[in-house]
């Protein structure tokens, strides 16, 4: 394996960094495979709970078996499903599932690419989801209406209304980048964040994309 092969691995293989000895898995990882076996663990007691229901007349020997099948391992199932959906939608992958922003994606990933995307992503300044780190507000209802605006993406794309080229929704809001930048020595050194400027900056008057754009470099793709 290459060193540029090295510098184009995902982010979630640990970037071609193998594995520590005695690894068993990620978090995410050992959800799924639970989620998994639950699933089938499921199947499993709704077929004896079925097996004794020919076998009697009474449903009541297999009540517990049929709270277990229908309800409670049902719900476990549906919650392990959701927060792995939820999880996999934060993904670089997800994001560059859909034609429209498989170019941006590229240029991510892009390590000749001096878009500020792509700076954050070959030096890891965002160790994973990238798109979703940038692209979705920070608080309490950040990740919801991140997640809806994701959902309304797909509905442009399944409908094919895309604008071309694309532009972003709304203005970029310097928050995003404050919230991981703003205490860091980096940025309050830098001759350009001078103390008459970091008011402008802090209130949102004045963009960090003023300075530090573009932030992505694409080359277009055809609807």
């Not at 449903?59 to 939820?86: H, S």
């Not at 034609?99 to 792509?118: F, G, I, Y």
């Not at 209130?203 to 793709?221: F, I, N, Y």
Request: hydrophobic share 40%; with cysteine; net charge positive.
């Amino acid at each position: 394996m290459t060193w540029v092969s090295l510098a184009r691995a995902a982010p979630g293989t640990g970037g071609g960094v193998p594995h520590p000895e005695g690894w068993i898995g990620t978090t995410d990882q050992w959800t799924q495979g639970l989620g998994l076996a639950l699933a089938i663990l499921n199947l499993v007691v709704l077929f004896l709970a079925w097996r004794g229901l020919r076998r009697t007349e009474s449903a009541r020997p297999v009540l517990g078996l049929l709270f277990v099948g229908l309800v409670l391992l049902p719900v476990v199932v549906i919650f392990f499903g959701y927060t792995q959906g939820l999880a996999g939608m934060e993904t670089v992958s997800a994001c560059g599932g859909c034609h429209v922003m498989t170019s941006r994606v590229e240029d991510l990933e892009n390590p000749d690419s001096e878009s500020l995307a792509a700076v954050h992503y070959k030096n890891r300044f965002i160790r994973e989801n990238q798109c979703y780190t940038c692209h979705s507000d920070y608080g309490m209802l950040g990740t919801i209406s991140a997640k809806m605006s994701g959902v309304g993406h797909i509905v442009h794309y399944l409908r094919g209304d895309y604008p071309s080229p694309l532009k972003i929704a709304r203005p970029y809001r310097n928050v995003r980048c404050l919230t991981c930048h703003a205490g860091a020595q980096r940025f309050v050194k830098s001759p350009g964040h001078a103390p008459d400027v970091m008011p402008q900056l802090m209130s949102g008057e004045t963009s960090c994309l003023d300075c530090h754009g573009p932030a992505h470099t694409p080359k277009e793709a055809k609807p």
